[in-house]
């Protein structure tokens, strides 16, 4: 099975702080996926990340940046936090895109004070 | 451009129930496309998806989904609820891109 970890299941910050979210999957998928999930909102696809060193913007990147220097590691980073940013964020990997499915971490939720 | 839709943000069933969460999609060609569940606190799991073929999909925990190109949809049943089934439902399509787009969520509650 795929396993997609995300290195914080909690994580409390205050605002300006620099936040470092990791994700790291044991696939070998090329793609990998930040969202963002907020009630009534779904899910919104903050970066996504289709090789090394490569990044694409999603529908909501503002306020955020990305790094994958590994395959198997995505890291997003909020660089100075607001309070807006309190939210789950849930990283994806995906090994065939189309027809295969996502496969999800358990998800960071995050609070920015 | 893909947009998915999810008629009604919350539903509520008895337990033994038929649960009917609702899905519509826009595409301009035919899509991939996927229910997630996600339980308290946990990532999204795979309930099931359809890509091509039978348009009726079983997937995991006695779910199925119809895909009904006419109508656009693509809805999940289960025809009686159990209380393991509380939890949020997404449903997401997938034009053959690198992206997936999703529905609002349905939050699905089991009454006893």
């Known amino acids: 099975d795929v396993k997609v970890t995300q290195s914080s299941r909690y994580l409390v910050k205050r605002t300006g702080e620099k936040v470092f979210l990791e994700c790291v999957q044991d696939?070998?998928?090329?793609?990998m996926f930040w969202y963002r999930q907020d009630p009534g909102l779904g899910l919104r696809l903050i970066y996504f990340s289709y090789d090394v060193k490569m990044k694409e913007k999603g529908d909501i990147p503002e306020g955020y940046s990305v790094s994958r220097e590994k395959k198997e590691r995505f890291s997003l980073i909020l660089e100075s936090a607001s309070t807006n940013q309190t939210s789950m964020y849930l990283c994806?990997?995906?090994?065939?895109?189309?027809?295969?499915?996502?496969?999800f971490g358990d998800g960071t939720r995050l609070s920015i004070l | 451009a893909q947009s998915v839709t999810q008629l009604g943000s919350h539903v509520s069933v008895s337990e033994g129930a038929l649960v009917l969460l609702r899905c519509n999609y826009s595409?301009?060609?035919?899509?991939?496309l996927f229910w997630y569940v996600q339980y308290p606190n946990q990532g999204l799991q795979l309930l099931l998806k359809y890509t091509t073929g039978a348009t009726l999909v079983k997937g995991i925990n006695g779910f199925e989904a119809e895909f009904k190109k006419s109508e656009t949809s693509f809805h999940l049943t289960k025809p009686s609820a159990h209380m393991s089934d509380a939890a949020e439902y997404f449903c997401a399509v997938s034009l053959r891109a690198q992206k997936l787009v999703f529905g609002q969520g349905t939050r699905l509650t089991i009454n006893p």
């Open positions: 994806a990997s995906w090994g065939a895109p189309g027809n295969q499915p996502q496969h």
């Open positions: 696939m070998d998928h090329e793609n």
């Open positions: 595409s301009s060609v035919p899509p991939y």
